[in-house]
């Protein structure tokens, strides 16, 4: 492996791990502060892409609109179903096993909703067609720069959120301990409103972006949601920064890997990092908080 062909596909990994970054983000917060391991997280990315791409194609909304509206489209699905699902299965006291179980049904729900309702076929949007740009010898195609920078600014929002706003306070606290938190006034239902919220639009805006790079197909997201626990995981528990930085690892490896084991097996790689992360150091490499 020349080193031109490393710094590309070391480009390739930025750009995944940004997407893997950002869906990685809503996963945490949802087990951080509602205790929920998702397994549907990844097909609520995958129909935040197709949100994206309905508005784009059918109704010829400029790319960067259609990732907002499918944004409020996917935070519309969350919400409905922490309504229908989750809320319920928290006044019932549901273990942690049963709701996994429900989050595997709902994932396999909206999957085999999205291919009802627009087939199994491989999506596009409706994009111009745009010259790769070449940098020291490295062609980087000009929508993974755009992922990128989407990412950080995303990245930024969140800190500044989290750190700055008096709901991002709220969330920390409650991640921390809820029966503390309620105690001394916050409001606890509305921080999950919240919670949802930002996870959904997280979720909607790495699903969309990673239209851009790929092409939108049905199961895009359930086979990014290994990688999405492999980077939660790897980064800590409930801790959105570790989540960050384990997608940005988990998007270099699998990549870099790529000449060595073939692109068949990213996602053994992603599992054998989770593996030898939790035998290794359980807790991940950040504390899992928030």
Known sequence: MDLQQTAQLFVNGIAVGSVIALAAVGLTLTYGILRLSNFAHGDFMTLGAYFTWL????????IWLSMMLGAVGTVAAMLLSEKIIWSPMRDRRATST???IISIGLALFLRNGIIFIWGGGNQSYALPVVTAIELFGIRIAFYRILVVILAILAIVAL?????????????RAVADNVDLA???GINVDRVVI???VIAGSLTALGGGMYGLITAVRPNMGWFLILPMFASVILGGIGNPYGAIAGALIIGLVQELSVPF??????LGVALLMMIVVLLIRPQGLFKGTL
């Open 55 to 62: 508005a784009n194609t059918a109704a010829g909304i400029n």
């Open 98 to 100: 049963t709701l996994i």
């Open 159 to 171: 800190h500044l959120l989290l750190q700055n706003t008096k709901i991002g306070k709220a969330m």
């Open 182 to 184: 309620r105690v001394t």
């Open 194 to 196: 919240w919670t949802w």
């Open 261 to 266: 084991l073939g692109s068949e097996y990213k």
